[in-house]
């Protein structure tokens, strides 16, 4: 760790102009190490910016310098042609707009210029270095990674993280999972740029977003995460003037009257399975409309409160997002239940006993549905119960295919009929079958739904997304 942190310091120095991006959305963790990162390199002379795609929740906002957070972050906009002038002189250049086309004629003195002698480029970046911090993978970045891929390939990426599904996607990469939050992993950081620099970096700011990063991510030192260094380091920081009634104040100690009727909403709407020590609670777009609370409301109910479930292994807390996706937090009382490995199987990840992810879903009630019955899977295979939803699920086929067969028998022409139900196929990892008859009137599917197909001029199209397998039979 100690040459890791060595290989960062030197990177730093090389640098001038430096990109800070945490992952969305952003906590106390990912604001306060971009933050306490963005006091240090301005201590040090370097240009640099923090970019985050998601409004800042206003439990945090009382952090210092929230302000130089940018929603946005500029890129060149420069496409360039270069022309390789080494064997002929350019004579002139005309540029012609044929309706949609933008013509550039080119001429040599002597002779032709050819393809050989035009290349293509994009204009240089202003960033010369970007840290991710508390980034699982670059995904986590949001639009800021899917809009600029290319970007994270041609500038060096610093990756400094804890999380325990981090795949390593930096040049280098300061992953600790043994440490409780990102902020934890800097202490020792900004004291190696301490040294090089020699310069004294910490202050009550910084030690104030460090610290901010240790208490949210730990629950204010309740989270199995909690180790004997997150103490030493909480100690240290408060030694340097950390404000820590400050962070528990608004983090643990405002809430909004639309925080606590949302919080409502989510007790209500809690589900209890005995047999699968699984407890969970949704939250769907009329909850979040109807109580006027934020989408970032939700952030600590699922600690404070469902946690206490007695006899519970894992709690999930469903939420409808904005962006046509079902965004779950995962929690495990014990560390003998790994939740990364759940949220994993929907496109996600985190630490054993605290995951999220996010699933694309056109009905976010039918993906509750499905995703409830894959961790009951999970659960049923982990303490050997019997699965018997696996076995209901396997009779309603058998009865859907049965039905299907009568239909046939008994109406056998179905041919101009109006389509009026929208056909469904299942989802993915578990090998299905569905069956269709030659009218697509009935679809049987052997699990939860998770995409529809609208049957047009007997043509049935499917949105087909990767990671799902999609079998019919003939
Ligand atoms: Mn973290």
Redesign the pocket.
Known sequence: MEKVRKQIVEMVKRSKSILLMPSAPV?G??LGSSLALYLVFKKLGKQVTVVCADPVPDSFQFLPTTKVISHDFSLSNDFIVTLDCAKSKLKTIETKLEHDKFNIIITAKAGQFTDKDVSFHHGPSKYDLIITV?TGDLSQLGRFYEDNPELFTSIPVVNI???ASNDFFGKINYVDVMSS??TELLIPLIHDFEKDSELELMDEDIATLLLA?IIT?TGSFQNANTTPRSFAASALLVKHGARQQEIIHHVFKTKHLSTLKLWGRILSHIKVDQQHKFVWSTISRKDFDETRARDDETGGIIDELLTNAPGTEIVLLLKERTDGMAGGSLRSTTPAVDVSQIAEMFGGGGHVQASGFKFPCDNFEEAAKMIVEKIREFQAKRLGVSANFQENIENETKKIAKKSQQKEQNEPSNEGKEEKTEKRVSSKTVTKSVSKDKNMEETSFTETVVKKAKPKDNVTTFELEPGFTYKFED
Do not use: C, I, V
Request: net charge negative; no cysteine; hydrophobic share 0%.
């Open positions: 906590d963790d990912s508390d993280d804890h999380h939050s990102t990063g991510d």
